[in-house]
């Protein structure tokens, strides 16, 4: 196996499904070596049969998992950072505490990251981080504030840590809708009619797959002469 990324080793912290999965099989097939990086990982190391990718504890939002996870990896070349926790709704219906949750896990866990992790790296512009904002940090719309909060607070962390981590990159990939799991509350026919309004409106005309944004990151971690972007992988939805 050989490409982009051969000899690589980067750190994908995520679940073991939708896009983290997305991301952990493009690096294999760039020739990455990969270590997925959850709060189960039993649960990751069962998700896949292949000896490059190994499975590691890891919870963004306590700083001691990060500390004890950074002791244990040892040297990185490309840290990239799915790990979310959405707060929907309205303003009446928003809670404080559901709000802190989706900073301290999408803002503050990369944050985290970037101070424990930044020194096993070398420092050239070959090294990455690669975090997730997304498309409502572009498009104010009712019932997604404190999602827009937060990943509009994660395009701003990925410029301020270009600078302050340079020459080491730091770029964040920024989804609109996914075809993920992250919908299935809706149930088959919400999700259905939900996908097929977005993706009419898009001017792409559909929403997005897991590969789009698998590719995008591939990218992130590749281009060694962009640092500080935010890729807006939305197929044009803000624009509709």
Do not use: C
Not at 35 to 42: I, K, L, P, S, T
Not at 93 to 120: C, F, I, W, Y
């Amino acid at each position: 196996m050989d490409g982009a990324l051969h000899s690589r080793r980067i750190l994908v912290v995520g679940r073991e499904s939708g896009i983290a999965r997305a991301i952990t099989l493009a690096v294999r097939a760039q020739g990455g070596q990969v270590v997925v990086a959850g709060r189960n990982r039993d649960k990751l190391a069962r998700a896949y049969d292949d000896p490059g990718i190994t499975a590691e504890d890891l919870d963004v939002t306590d700083d001691g998992s990060i500390e004890a996870f950074a002791d244990r990896v040892g040297h990185l070349d490309h840290v990239v950072s799915t790990a979310s926790a959405r707060a929907r709704g309205t303003l009446p219906e928003l809670h404080r505490q559901d709000v802190l949750v989706s900073l301290n896990t999408k803002l503050l866990g990369p944050l985290m990251l970037a101070k424990h992790l930044a020194p096993r790296m070398d420092s050239h512009d070959r090294s990455s981080f690669v975090l997730f904002s997304g498309v409502h940090a572009f498009k104010a719309k009712v019932g997604y504030l404190g999602v827009g909060i937060t990943n509009g607070a994660v395009d701003f962390l990925t410029r301020a840590l270009a600078v302050e981590l340079a020459p080491i990159r730091v770029n964040a990939v920024s989804p609109g809708v996914i075809d993920t799991g992250a919908w299935d509350a809706m149930g088959d026919d919400g999700k259905r009619q939900y996908f097929h309004a977005i993706g009419a409106a898009n001017p792409v005309g559909r929403i997005g797959t897991v590969e789009d944004i698998a590719q995008a990151t591939v990218f992130a971690m590749t281009n060694t002469f962009m640092t500080g972007v935010t890729l807006k992988i939305d197929g044009g939805e803000p624009l509709a």
